[in-house]
């Protein structure tokens, strides 16, 4: 049975503009399957994370899954593209790296991960050969967001489309927010459904394939898993029930794509919530900054932001009350079930071992 998808943000009336767009995108795909636009292969395992969207599907929490799952046995290296940073060109991660030097994800990678090598440039090909001469190069290079650029065959190719917001109910842009029609999967080798509500039966994993018209056999659910609470000052972690209780006031504060599921995660613990949703990838201003703080002040509010947003809110001039009483909540991509876990991971392994 079809599951009921609300998506919101569809313009019908645009739709001979998609039409426009959907045939652009379907010439260039021709172009690069023909040959005729160049496409260059690499001899070390590359791994790209992607979707056909635009908007969060889960990519930095799997490029993070990624990076935990291979980093304990072999040098590896992000590139992204680097958006909304405040640089150009190529750009490698060191101690003055900042979310505008870099992004926002790549910077919070770069703090999370300080063992990995991170590195933007919108030229992947560029990007990728200058690693590559690194006096100690990556055995693996995680590409992020780049299922569209095609100038670079992948090894492997994984493409993420979030369960709530289903492709096949979507428009191309700008009537929606497909970026490629779902035919962009074939170039998949793993689909991952992600921001799962619940574990999904064989069922609806099959029902789900078949709409996308993709092998079930090479899909993936997932769900979003979240953290201890981090103090945006030190990085101090705290059970989020010792620091939001049924009558704490909450300012929940984001810049991301669908703050949807963090706002319903923090509602388990108090209702008294008010929200300052921003764009994806924005950057604050500090009379937005200092209207929070004297919200948080006026309510005696604790507020709690993401890790992408406070890659961006640590370089700003934040009060000492801000500081005390901002709180970051850390997410994380689960598979489920539980065995979905070792297959996948057994097949990233094997790959990456199979090119080494």
């Not at 004297?294 to 932001?305: G, K, L, M, P």
């Not at 992408?308 to 489920?336: E, G, H, S, W």
């Amino acid at each position: 049975m079809p599951r009921p998808a609300h998506i919101p943000h569809l313009h019908k009336s645009l739709y001979p503009l998609a039409w426009l767009y959907s045939g652009g995108v379907w010439l260039r795909n021709k172009l690069f399957d023909m040959g005729i636009l160049p496409v260059e292969e690499f001899s070390i395992p590359i791994i790209s994370v992607g979707n056909l969207t635009v908007g969060g599907t889960g990519k930095t929490p799997l490029i993070e899954y990624l990076i935990e799952l291979l980093s304990p046995q072999l040098h590896v290296a992000v590139l992204s593209r680097g958006y909304n940073r405040k640089s150009k060109g190529w750009k490698i991660a060191d101690e003055n790296a900042s979310a505008q030097s870099l992004g926002d994800e790549p910077y919070q990678i770069h703090c999370k991960y300080p063992h990995v090598v991170v590195a933007v440039d919108s030229n992947r090909r560029r990007g990728i050969r200058n690693l590559l001469t690194l006096s100690h190069a990556p055995d693996v290079i995680l590409l992020d967001d780049a299922h569209q650029h095609r100038y670079v065959r992948p090894s492997f190719s994984i493409v993420l489309c979030d369960y709530n917001r289903p492709i096949y109910s979507d428009l191309p842009l700008p009537a929606g927010r497909l970026r490629e029609p779902r035919s962009g999967l074939s170039r998949a080798d793993v689909v991952i459904l992600t921001k799962c509500n619940h574990i999904l039966t064989q069922q609806e994993m099959q029902h789900e394939a078949a709409m996308l018209q993709y092998d079930a056999q090479r899909m993936y659910a997932s769900h979003i898993e979240y953290g201890s609470l981090q103090t945006i000052s030190d990085n101090t972690t705290h059970n989020i029930a010792d620091i939001i209780h049924p009558d704490t006031h909450v300012i929940l504060l984001t810049g991301i794509a669908n703050p949807q599921p963090m706002q319903q995660y923090i509602e388990e613990y108090s209702h008294n919530i008010m929200t300052y949703n921003y764009p994806d990838h924005h950057y604050y201003t500090q009379q937005e900054i200092n209207q929070v703080a004297d919200d948080a002040h006026r309510h005696q509010s604790v507020i709690i932001t993401t890790q992408k947003d406070a890659a961006r809110l640590r370089a700003m001039n934040l009060t000492p009350d801000f500081r005390n009483n901002c709180y970051v909540l850390p997410l994380r991509i689960a598979l489920q079930p539980p065995h979905d876990t070792i297959a996948f991971d057994q097949l990233i392994g094997n790959h990456v071992n199979s090119r080494l």
